[in-house]
């Protein structure tokens, strides 16, 4: 057995070992992979950093304009992996995703780097571009523009929060025998159960 104290509130259980994950220095801890469903049903996949617990939810920040907005306002059924390979642990968390306040993107995006916020500016993201020369010259441009001033976030840019109706706990083990254990939206409660490996 994994030996891992769950604790009622899957939450908790997330923050204990995500916040091992980064003691141990696991290769980009808050890297998640997020599934959308687009039109006809099919599925994409892509890698986005969770930002912490907001209200709830599992915060991401992206584009409002790119594919995955695109998806999520169709349908804003998601599911977002975390692997830890070196831990062999792996935490599946399906819900569904809202958007933050204004304010909170505006918050979060005064926190980033600035050349992060330039690049909010000149990605028009999932869309296609005709060069590569095409989005470095927009980005320097921006640079030249913002030279002397705060950068303010785009109005197309924010954040993201995903309310879990279902978080699974994935530890693996010997022979396969991995131990997986589910938490499932009661109401206020959540019900709790082993799945088969
Ligand atoms: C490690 C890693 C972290 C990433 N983090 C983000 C992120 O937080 N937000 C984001 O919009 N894209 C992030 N990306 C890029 C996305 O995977 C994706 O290419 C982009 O968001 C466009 O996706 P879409 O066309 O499905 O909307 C990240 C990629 C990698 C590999």
Redesign the pocket.
Known sequence: MSGFKFNLDPFVNFVSLYEEAVEKKMP?PN?MALATVGENNKP?V????YKGILRGGFS????YQ????LEISQNPNVCVNFFWPQLERQIRIEGQAEKVTRAESEAYFKSRPRVSQLGAWASK??QRLTSLETLESHFQELDQRYAHQEIPCPPHWGGYIIIPEAIEFWFGRQGRMHERYQYVRNGSDWDRFFLNP
């Not at 892509?46 to 950093?49: D, M, S, Y």
């Not at 790119?66 to 907005?69: I, L, Q, S, T, V």
């Open positions: 980009e890297a994409s892509r890698t986005v950093l991401f920040y992206t584009n790119g594919r995955k907005a993201q999932s």
